[in-house]
């Protein structure tokens, strides 16, 4: 996404950011036990070299891939698709002096960095989301990333979720969703005013001059001008707040300011739990001319091959069975529309791993995604 950003009069016009909260653990997360004695899973990581333990590249200290291994979730002779021989026993070596530290087994030092990493994302999740007026019970979990099908159904469980959708190629989603983005371009204005002073002809001539600049963008991107769709935005604030809200900004009807008044108050209840009639300010206005993407890469069209589904049986450990459990294992590129599975089960693919707990069950739909449930 492109975004456009600037000064005017000397002040500096807000623009909206992609959201984004990182977390600081991954497969290379390095586990520890810290001085208080509790157990501590990154930031520290091993990164790619010399990576984890299992690698057999000088990593010594276990990680949250190295606990992946001991638990069975990884098959050791087809991690990234068979290119890398992961070694057990040295994920087991590494893993059992933090097992020893701990008074544990290596299995349940292993399932403890697991549940340390699931609580730490969770967090992370709750706070693009709980603590900004969302509930993430009502919605679905997806995965994305080498090791995103590992945590999955874990992670749903911690956040009250009961359906995970797990793309056909979660491993390189990120990249093939860059590769079928839509094309977009932004430009803002300040424009400040009382909502309930709103000068609609001033608005919209505000929006005409910054329409103007942002269809001058998009059009040397080569896009047709009937293939752009051009929405507004105004960030508004109580008068006297330093902190704005994003909010759309309809210019069907006569009744503008006063829907758009109303939109924030309901906005600023939604994120901050509250909201009084007091006066409320335009900050900033936005125009977005939109550009749609490809709808499906030639590469992503879902077409899966012939040959077994079910390719095996593993043993694998899991949260809150003392005994280790014998998992059924999947060929995700066979798995046809309409496939059903239950847990526990292990679902492999060149890009991924996909860790189907007790509990859950699965359904490849049309477009060859995986929708787990929890029952």
């Not at 606990?67 to 068979?82: E, I, K, T």
Request: proline content about 5%; hydrophobic content about 45%.
């Amino acid at each position: 996404m492109i975004r456009s950003e600037g000064v005017i009069g000397g002040y500096p016009v807000r623009v909206a950011m992609v959201d984004v909260n990182t977390i600081g653990a991954g497969g290379g997360s390095i586990a520890r036990i810290d001085a208080s004695g509790s157990l501590r899973v990154g930031p520290h990581s091993a990164g790619s070299e010399p990576g984890p333990a299992c690698y057999d590249r000088g990593g010594l200290e276990p990680t949250v891939t190295d606990a992946s291994v001991v638990l069975g979730w990884l098959d050791p002779s087809y991690f990234a698709g068979g290119t890398l021989k992961l070694k057990a026993e040295l994920a087991q070596a590494a893993l059992s002096q933090l097992a020893n530290a701990l008074n544990l087994t290596t299995e349940s030092a292993a399932l403890g960095i697991h549940r340390v990493l699931n609580a730490q994302m969770a967090e992370g999740i709750r706070l693009v989301s709980v603590r900004q007026g969302v509930d993430p019970r009502g919605y679905a979990l997806v995965p994305l990333g080498g090791a995103g099908g590992i945590h999955a159904t874990a992670l749903a469980h911690e956040l009250g979720m009961t359906r995970v959708v797990v793309p056909r190629i979660p491993g390189v989603l990120a990249a093939a969703g860059l590769l079928a983005a839509p094309i977009e371009h932004e430009v803002s204005a300040a424009f400040t005013t009382l909502i309930c002073a709103l000068n609609l002809d001033a608005l919209n001539g505000a929006l005409k001059e910054i329409d103007a600049k942002a269809a001058a963008l998009i059009a040397a991107e080569r896009v047709a001008p009937d293939e752009v769709t051009v929405s507004y935005f105004a960030d508004i604030c109580y008068v006297g707040q330093s902190y704005n809200i994003e909010i759309p900004l309809r210019l069907d009807g006569k009744d503008v300011a006063e829907r758009l008044y109303r939109d924030f108050l309901a906005a600023h209840d939604r994120i901050y739990g509250h909201a009084v009639e007091g006066p409320a300010k335009i900050v900033t206005v936005r125009t977005i001319h939109r550009a749609r993407g490809s709808e499906v890469l030639e590469e992503m069209r879902f077409n899966p091959r012939q040959g077994p589904v079910d390719i095996g049986r593993r043993a694998i450990h899991v949260a809150d069975h003392k005994e280790p459990m014998t998992a059924t294992v999947y060929d995700r590129d066979v798995m046809p529309a309409g496939f059903r599975l239950a847990g526990p089960a292990i679902v492999q693919q060149s890009d991924t791993t996909t860790l189907v707990e007790p509990g859950w069950s699965g359904l490849v739909d049309e477009a060859g995604n995986l929708i787990l449930a929890r029952e």
